[in-house]
């Protein structure tokens, strides 16, 4: 094996070894925590952004249709978890900010995700989506809070921040304007660090 196949072999392995331990991808390294944190401005200074992840668990939430969903599953982009329901005051301020975000930013590599936990019938969410002008958020459930116990949501709203692989690596408890300047440079950063960071 020459020089050049030599390289390209320890290149490809290098490649492949990060994808197969998810653990040490998207690992923010404490240059990066603190390169985040310094993009918290205004009610994102309310944003923790976590040391090391933390894993998710496997509780499912569910579509509009019953289908199983699970955050802990890497979908291979970054996800804001928002858990809130249609009775929820400060939730009424921040979802239209959330939705903004996801039609701003949504797409391969991000996406928001608005999960209505506790007792919100479909027919009450339809009207809230309609009178706030929430359009580009999917409906997602989790009827029973299961999910939202499981990940320790203790009141309303609540919204976690999801690496690539499915990982919780910050969270933020209480509303906030989603569709900030300093919102967008946050998770702009996030969506643009290679795999690797760690």
């Known amino acids: 094996m020459n020089r050049l196949s030599t390289l390209i072999c320890a290149m490809l ?11 040490t991808a998207q690992v923010l390294t404490p240059d990066q925590k603190t390169e985040v944190e310094a ?7 309310k944003l923790i952004v976590h040391s090391e ?4 668990p496997a509780e499912p939430y569910l579509d509009k249709d019953g289908g199983e969903i699970r955050i802990s599953e ?13 009775w929820c005051a400060p939730c009424r301020v921040e979802k239209p900010s959330l939705d903004a975000l996801q ?6 590599e991000f996406e928001v995700i608005a999960i209505a936990t506790g007792r919100n019938d479909l027919a009450g969410i339809d ?11 999917a409906t997602r459930l989790d009827p029973k809070s299961k999910l939202a116990q ?26 906030a304007d989603w569709n900030s300047d300093s919102a967008k440079a946050i998770i702009t950063y996030l969506t643009e660090l290679e795999g690797q960071t760690g």
């Open 39 to 45: 993009l918290r401005e205004g009610e994102m200074r």
């Open 13 to 23: 392995y290098t490649g492949l070894a990060a994808f197969a331990n998810p653990a």
């Open 127 to 137: 009207r809230f989506n309609e009178e706030y002008g929430i359009t580009a958020l």
């Open 150 to 175: 499981a990940t320790h949501v203790r009141g309303l709203p609540v919204t976690i921040l999801v690496n690539r692989e499915g990982q919780e690596i910050g969270r933020l408890t209480g509303g």
């Open 53 to 56: 992840p933390e894993d998710l």
């Open 103 to 108: 039609q701003d930013m949504g797409g391969p």
């Open 74 to 86: 890497s979908n291979g982009s970054i996800r804001l978890v928002n858990f809130w329901a249609t």
